[in-house]
């Protein structure tokens, strides 16, 4: 037994010094401290690092096919009214949807920003008992009321009741409605009084968009879009007014869901027209990105870049449609966010290089200083250092 256990210290690469041999100095001790402080902020260092976890960020070919594109906005218009406000989405494939109103809120606000209660409908508008019937008369007690749609009936059974549906009506007629006070829904509701009204207001309108995923553009403009000769127009003339201020505020715009490090470059973006007419356009191009957190859950989102540009008109008249216009495309490539934790036979190493690396580190430098301080000494004692 004693033989075994003198061959196992025989194998022991660490001889040890009887401390009658051991000699402290005062640069060994700052040393040791120096280098005991250094080990433990480096260890405090590593332990972070362990317990958070890292992101890898990887860059693959976006090969998804047939999604849609989720666009979450908040946007204010200190100077264009609710009622005369709208929104259009159309994209390269052909889809367009006119007026979007689903999905959408719009608050009346003043020209302090504070939100105005909802106004019932119908204030300000003339009374008239009795709407002009389709057939020409004036609607009696025993009859069902059908509004004439003006010549944009769809066909012999089309009624317009109201004010929007004679605007819908032209519309998809593709005509401008030019003089709301000889439309008998309009006069009877009071549409112009109501514009009127609420002039010096501002809108703010937030809500979501859900699109085709490829290149496309959706904007807030006055009025209601239609087709005429395959151009995509607004009906400006209903509201009587020469210029439209499109001065906005863009509270929050993402395309997809929020996701931790995403940076929206246009949120609390502020702009202010300066001239009477134009067109401010934000061409957006869209990244394609997937996050996964620690646990595994997968969140499917999208970064995008911006660039801007105002397109002025010349005075009188209108080159381009007065609004916001936001031109996006999408990026061929995909950025994949994935959190890892350190594993933990990672964190011993690191652990075991820091211990090692700084105590051979401060060895070799204790050794450098003893051995020069020793022959500095010497020389003094033989009178050779000068």
Known sequence: MDSFIGKIRNLDVYPKINEDFYSRTLSGGVITLASSIIMTLLFISELQLYLNAVTETKLVVDTSRGETLRINFDITFPALPCSILSVDAMDISGEQHLDIRHDIIKKRIDALGNVIETRKEGIG???IDRPLQRHGGRLEHNETYCGSCYGAEGSDDHCCNTCEDVREAYRKKGWALTNPDQIDQCKREGFLEKIKDEEGEGCNMYGFLEVNKVAGNFHFAPGKSFQQSNVHVHDLLTFQKDSYNISHKINRLTYGEYFPGVVNPLD??????????????????????????VSGHTIQSNQFSVTEHFKGADVGRFQSIPGVF?????SPIKVTFTEEHVSFLHF????????????????????????????????????KFS
């Open 125 to 127: 508008a003339p009374t």
């Open 268 to 293: 609390g973006v502020t702009w202010s027209q300066e001239t009477p007419h134009g067109m401010y356009q934000y061409f957006i191009k869209v990244v394609p990105t997937v996050y996964t957190d």
């Open 326 to 330: 936001f031109f996006y495309d999408l």
């Open 348 to 383: 011993l190493t690191n652990v075991c290089a820091i211990v090692g690396g700084v105590f051979t580190v401060s060895g070799i430098l204790d050794t450098f200083i003893y051995h020069g301080q020793k022959a500095i000494k010497k020389k003094m004692e033989l009178g």
